[in-house]
């Protein structure tokens, strides 16, 4: 990965925002990072294949700095809760360690773990509107269930698990104005466990995708998912001739046109299509990427006829 630095920041800021070499201590050697195995095998092999020229401005990774310095606050809070009176054997913070699936290791880091209660606890430093709109629950719910298998595996019971929510952009004025927008600042979020031979089976196969997109040349690798490119879906909006805003977005076709007809008027209907968010603006491969390339000319294709 090549760092630049566009926004002439110090030095001292710009190393702090690229010092990514130094690993952890306790690090365990693995085949592929949990984050990893939950995203797209082709942005994982991709930016395998091509680190050597891919590029980051130090500027975007303020958030990745934030995220790092919130967890070292609070594994800190950790030995602050020992000198509470609290039993420090109670608590495991910033557990390293990996599971073998497949033959591959997982590494995974897992934030804390409670012993007396068997409750998992995970950090997420993120935005507002990422609760108000639900965009992460998934891949949260799915985290942790992963977390809690691998500390099954290493003999723990694991009795729950939850997210605390530390929201960077969070704004009195918008929870006031609004009911649906989180109320606080931080946020605690219990996650439902699952069966775990559910879990393991999810694993396994997410292991699976993984292993078998290696054999890929860059070409044929598999594409990535609707979700898995932030893809919004397809709305059909109702307009009336004389412009201005929608008289109303559908989900479908047949439904916009209905709409169009009993509103009159000459209002018609106006095909908003998808679009892959992450490709064209958040992907780091997307240089690299030929399902982009391809996508963006069966738009433009589209778009003519
Ligand atoms: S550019 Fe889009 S399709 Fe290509 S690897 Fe990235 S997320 Fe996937």
Not at 102 to 117: A, E, H, P, V
Not at 243 to 260: P, W
Request: with cysteine.
């Amino acid at each position: 990965m090549i760092y630049t630095n566009n926004h002439k920041l110090p030095s001292i800021v710009f190393n702090a925002l690229t010092n990514r070499g130094k690993m952890p201590d306790g690090y365990v050697k693995s085949d592929i990072s949990v984050s990893a195995l939950m995203d797209s095998p082709q942005v994982r092999i991709l930016r395998k294949r091509h680190k050597d020229m891919l590029q980051e401005d130090a500027m975007d990774r303020v958030w990745a700095l934030l995220g790092e310095s919130v967890h070292n606050i609070m594994e800190a809070s950790v030995q602050l809760n020992t000198e509470l009176g609290i039993d420090p054997n109670d608590f495991i913070a910033e557990v390293l360690g990996a599971m073998v699936v497949n033959n591959w290791r997982i590494g995974y880091k897992l934030d804390l773990f409670q012993k007396s209660t068997g409750w998992i606890w995970d950090y997420k430093v993120t935005s507002a509107w990422s609760l108000v709109f639900d965009r992460s629950r998934i891949s949260w719910l799915k985290q942790t269930n992963y977390y809690a298998e691998f500390y099954r595996s290493e003999g723990h019971e694991v009795k729950g698990a939850s997210i605390v929510a530390i929201l960077k952009d969070w704004s009195k004025k918008d929870a006031l104005r609004n009911r649906d927008y989180p109320q606080t600042p931080i946020v605690v979020l219990p996650m439902t466990l699952y069966d775990p031979q559910g879990i393991k089976e999810s694993l396994f196969q997410q292991v699976v995708r993984h292993q078998q997109a290696d054999q890929f040349t860059d070409p044929e690798l598999p594409d990535c998912t609707p979700e898995e490119q932030w893809r919004n879906p397809t709305k059909y909006a109702v307009m009336r001739p004389s412009g201005g805003r929608s008289l109303k977005n559908c989900d479908t076709i047949e439904e916009a046109r209905v709409y169009a007809n009993n509103a009159g008027n000459g209002a018609y209907v106006e095909t908003r299509p998808s679009k892959p968010t992450r490709c064209e603006e958040y992907c780091p491969v997307r240089d690299f990427c030929h399902q982009r390339k391809r996508e963006y000319a069966e738009s433009q294709i589209k778009t003519i006829a």
